[in-house]
Nanobody
Framework: QLQFVESGGGLVQPGGSLRLSCAAS????????IGWFRQAPGKEREGVAC????????DYAESVKGRFTISRDNAKNTVYLQMNSLKPEDTAIYYC??????????????????WGQGTQVTVSA
C-alpha cells in the first residue's frame, strides 16, 4: 500500500491562497499519475486537477480553471496544488490519489487505486 502525507490545508478568507502538498512515502512518485480530489459534506467526491507522469498532461475542473495549478517535483517526491482566489464553495476535504503508469491524466475517482487521508480546506470570512 502506497502512503501519502497531505498537508497545507487550513482556514482561509475568501480571495486567499493555499498550497496543498502530497508527499509520497516509500515509493517514487515519478512513476505515477496524480489526481487531486475534493469532497464537501453531502456531496460526491470530485476531481479538481490531475497531472500525468512527467507532467505530460494536466486537466482541471471548470470550477477551478485559472485559479488552481497542479505541479510535481519528482526530486522532492511531492505533488502540489496551488489554490488562489479561493471561494467558500471550495470548502472541502482535499485528497491526493495515485495510479501507476498513467500517461494521460484523469479526474475520475475510479481511475486511481491509492489514496491519501485528506486535508481540510475551509474558506470562510
Amino acid at each position: 500500500q502506497l502512503q501519502f502525507v497531505e498537508s497545507g490545508g487550513g482556514l482561509v478568507q475568501p480571495g486567499g491562497s493555499l498550497r496543498l502538498s502530497c508527499a509520497a512515502s516509500g515509493f517514487a512518485l515519478e512513476g505515477y499519475g496524480i489526481g487531486w480530489f475534493r469532497q464537501a459534506p453531502g456531496k460526491e467526491r470530485e476531481g479538481v486537477a490531475c497531472i500525468a507522469i512527467n507532467a505530460l498532461s494536466e486537466d482541471y475542473a471548470e470550477s477551478v480553471k485559472g485559479r488552481f495549478t497542479i505541479s510535481r517535483d519528482n526530486a522532492k517526491n511531492t505533488v502540489y496544488l496551488q489554490m488562489n482566489s479561493l471561494k467558500p464553495e471550495d470548502t472541502a476535504i482535499y485528497y491526493c490519489a495515485a495510479k501507476s503508469r498513467r500517461y494521460v491524466c484523469s479526474r475520475k475517482v475510479d481511475a486511481y487505486d491509492n489514496w491519501g487521508q485528506g486535508t481540510q480546506v475551509t474558506v470562510s470570512a
